[in-house]
């Protein structure tokens, strides 16, 4: 937390609702000592001159120059922590293959605590400077490490909700990475749960625990009934992977005779405070399900295209106002940027309904809707990723957690082209369609730079 409050003078662009797009020109933010905004003036109030010279005077004032814009930090809502050194490689098979070839003989390394902290440091610091504010990470069955994990995350600033990962099936999960069996994992969840509370207290903790089954095959049903009591007993947060491939959809259709929304319900695993990655393959059973649940979903648009072969259907799960928000499935999606996520989602919603069959009449190539906008990819991975999770981030409104970005437009090696002609609309557009790290020029999160 700031140890003194300070004020921030510019122009803001932010998406507080879906379908909304604000413009905040010349507008001073004031953050109080706990890293919220307390208030938000336009320039034409009363107390706007005197607020800023007072600042000012006390060397608490950060005004923006000519070309800097100040935007809400991004929300990540589905990484895979431990995977961060694979990375922008190994993608070159299917999901199942994927897991058993390179995945868990990666993830099986963090039993060493110290590679494990050597990996989490350079990723907090890597996806801060990207401009992740909030991120929601899913680590590994070790719980020494994964508690490091929560640390780094303390200790750098980011906004972080961190899980021990589940996985306790003989059959699914090699004998050299998994849990022994569901009651050590159930109990290795506690006392994980237990430690981070511990850690980081209080009202507004910047780091919070997160129940992780890995996803349905890879945990027993006892595994599954444990951390559904868990989650009735804590409260808090529950992230796994749903209806993701055809491979596991079949997988849960099979054992279960339902659907992995269906099957999580059953187990108590499907609550508000729950976040569902992928769910390409739901169907409108399940969208009624998650809704009526008050879940959200972690659109993974990127890693969709190399293991779902198939698109999530966003624009169905918008207009009936599911909580969605974006992921970048690191490392399944190879880019650690959200600016990146829009992009890819913009993409993806395009070719699902424009179609990409070329030998199809105009008319039958796409499925029905319309594709998303940068306006809407936007507010996915800031406001709509913010209240999936249900907290006060996301946008500029009084109250909420100072969680900030300052885009430096002008920034050497931008590929953001400024145009005499372009309106601070355009900008917007430019902002999200072409800013990378080098254009991120400082990151606030409750308030604290933590980049910059």
């Given at each position: 937390m700031p140890k003194e409050p300070f004020t921030v003078v510019g122009t803001a662009f932010h998406t507080p609702e879906r379908g909304q797009f604000e413009i905040l020109e010349n507008h001073l933010f004031g953050v109080d000592r706990q890293g919220r905004i307390s208030d938000l003036l336009p320039p034409d109030h009363p107390d706007f001159e005197a607020r800023k010279k007072a600042a000012a005077a006390a060397g608490q004032l950060v005004e923006l120059a000519d070309g800097q814009f100040l935007m809400p930090g991004l929300v990540d809502l589905h990484i895979h922590a431990p995977q961060w050194p694979q990375m922008g490689k190994a993608l070159d098979v299917p999901l199942e293959v994927w897991l058993q070839k390179y995945t868990f003989p990666l993830e099986a390394k963090f039993a060493d605590v110290e590679f494990a902290r050597e990996v989490y440091g350079e990723l907090v610091d890597g996806l801060l400077a990207n401009g992740t504010t909030t991120a929601l990470y899913f680590a590994t069955v070790h719980g020494p490490a994964t508690l490091a994990l929560a640390e780094i995350c303390r200790e750098k600033g980011q906004r972080a909700l961190v899980g021990k990962v589940v996985m306790d099936d003989p059959e699914q999960c090699p004998d050299y990475y998994r849990d022994p069996d569901a009651e050590s994992a159930v109990q290795e969840t506690r006392l994980f749960i237990e430690a981070v509370r511990a850690m980081d207290g209080g009202e507004r903790p910047l780091v919070m625990p997160v129940i992780t089954p890995r996803f349905i095959p890879s945990c027993t049903d006892?595994?599954?009934?444990?951390?559904?009591?868990?989650?009735?007993?804590?409260?808090?947060?529950?992230?796994?992977h749903c209806s993701e491939s055809d491979w596991e959809k079949d997988y849960v259709e099979a054992r279960f005779g339902e659907s992995d929304a269906a099957s999580l319900d059953r187990f108590g695993l499907l609550t508000r405070n729950t976040i569902l990655a992928h769910s390409n393959f739901i169907g409108e059973e399940d969208m009624d399900l998650i809704q009526e649940r008050g879940a959200g979903v972690a659109h993974c648009p990127l890693s969709n295209l190399f293991f779902a072969n198939a698109v999530f259907p966003l624009r169905k799960a918008l207009d009936r106002h599911m909580h969605v928000g974006l992921g970048t499935d690191i490392s399944g999606g190879y880019s650690p940027s959200l600016f990146d996520g829009c992009r890819h989602a913009i993409s993806a919603s395009k070719a699902l309904h424009g179609g990409v069959h070329a030998g199809l009449a105009p008319a039958e190539r796409g499925a029905p809707g319309e594709a998303i906008t940068h306006r809407e990819a936007f507010w996915l991975a800031t406001a709509g990723g913010a209240?999936?999770?249900d907290i006060p981030t996301g946008s500029f409104r009084p109250g909420h957690e100072f969680d900030a970005l300052l885009i430096e437009t002008k920034a050497a090696h931008s590929n953001i082209y400024l145009h005499r002609g372009d309106s601070l609309e355009d900008l917007f557009e430019k902002i999200v369609l072409n800013a990378t790290r080098a254009n991120i020029g400082m990151v606030w999160v409750s308030g604290r730079k933590v980049v910059g």
């Open positions: 006892a595994a599954l009934e444990g951390l559904g009591a868990l989650a009735r007993e804590y409260g808090c947060h529950v992230q796994t209240e999936a999770l």
